[in-house]
């Protein structure tokens, strides 16, 4: 048993495809339990009152962090055949600060966004119809930001790479970082009280 | 009309939501999304209003074109969001959660809530596509990975959000 399935061939294309929805279905359900279909609840991130966002983001992040350094490590996942998301310093830098700006403004990003308009709330729709408007601007601009949308690549590399260490090395330092900012929120949550 | 059911604690959603991410990278080499799917819809959409060549011309909608056709059902990113529309549902319905409404600060009406949302949907759609990536494809996915870019990404967007807060005070406080 390899993974990923999908790559190693123990899973087609088809059951691959089949799959999304299954795996969709139980990402939105917990982005719904966890509270994050409510935009007042992510903006309250902003605002330090609510650390909602914060608190579930980075605990499934070190939970998928750990999950596949340590599946890897067992040799049961092969990490070298996960798609990893390819660097480009400049625009994902400035598309990060736009997406800051409007996740801000909207109180939700596009998967909750979703998530709050699946379960009535028409601000949630308003957000799901202004990202559309967003990507088709984009689309159009096109020609005149192809330069800068693929300058500065990097090409697939992670931090551990750019810094010269063993992939343990970020796991490790992402993990203490992840706890230390839990720990942070508690004393925050224990002030504003 | 029954009370709704208080939220799970956000660190026991997020660790579900690590394992379904996790169980992403097993079974299918990658990670969850939602912009990408936004993308897939808008180059389908330019596809159906303008003809396929137009979209598969351009290099900014041909990347979601499957061989070429503009079929956003044959797209894992497309079929896993609708997963997530229909399971953020049902949650919702399970917990007396489901409500038309809107969501709004104490400070504006519903009406200024709603061109807000539009606005800020606009900004985060083109900026996702800039990033190649959002809160779920880039901040999770490539950020439980290490990608140097998701962090990057990460970094930069919880910057920017927190240097315009109190710019944005009166929509939310």
């Known amino acids: 048993m390899n993974a990923p399935f999908g790559e190693t061939g123990a899973l087609g294309p088809s059951a691959v495809l089949w799959l999304a929805p299954i795996i969709g279905f139980a990402f939105g359900w917990f982005l719904e339990r966890g509270g994050l279909g409510n935009a007042r609840k992510l903006a309250g991130q902003f605002y330090l009152t609510d650390l909602t966002v914060f608190k579930v983001m980075f605990s499934a992040l070190l939970t998928a962090m750990l999950g596949a350094y340590w599946l890897d490590q067992f040799g049961l996942l092969d990490l070298q055949l996960v798609y990893l998301p390819e660097t480009f310093v400049a625009p994902q830098a400035v598309g990060g600060v736009l997406f800051g700006a409007g996740f801000l403004v909207s109180g939700l990003c596009p998967g909750t966004s979703c998530v709050a308009a699946a379960s009535g709330r028409l601000d949630g729709l308003a957000v799901v119809g202004g990202m559309l408007a967003g990507v088709f601007a984009f689309n159009l601009a096109f020609g005149w930001i192809e330069a800068f949308y693929d300058s500065t690549a990097l090409g697939a590399v992670t931090l551990t790479d750019l810094a010269g260490v063993p992939r343990g090395v970020g796991v490790a330092v992402v993990t203490v970082l992840a706890l230390g900012g839990f720990a942070l929120a508690a004393r925050i949550e224990r002030r504003v009280k | ?173």
């Open chain 2, 1 to 173: 009309m029954k009370r709704p059911q208080p939220y799970l604690d956000p660190y026991l959603a997020g660790v579900g939501i690590g394992l379904v991410l996790l169980s992403a990278y097993v079974v299918a080499g990658r990670g969850l999304g939602a912009s990408g799917a936004f993308a897939s819809v808008v180059a389908a959409s330019t596809a159906a209003v303008r003809g396929t060549e137009v979209a598969a011309s351009s290099p900014a909608t041909a990347p979601y074109l499957v061989d070429g056709i503009a079929s956003p059902l044959g797209d894992w990113l497309v079929l896993e969001l609708i997963g997530v529309i229909a399971g953020g549902f049902l949650s919702a319905w399970f917990a007396g959660r489901t409500r038309r409404g809107i969501e709004h600060g104490p400070s504006i009406g519903a009406r200024q809530r709603l061109y807000a949302a539009v606005a800020g949907g606009i900004v985060m759609g083109f900026g996702a596509k800039l990033a190649r990536g959002c809160t779920s494809g880039q901040a999770l996915t490539g950020g439980a990975l290490l990608s140097a870019g998701s962090w990057i990404f990460i970094a930069a967007c919880f910057a920017s959000g927190y240097a315009l807060a109190p710019l944005a005070r009166r929509l939310w406080r």
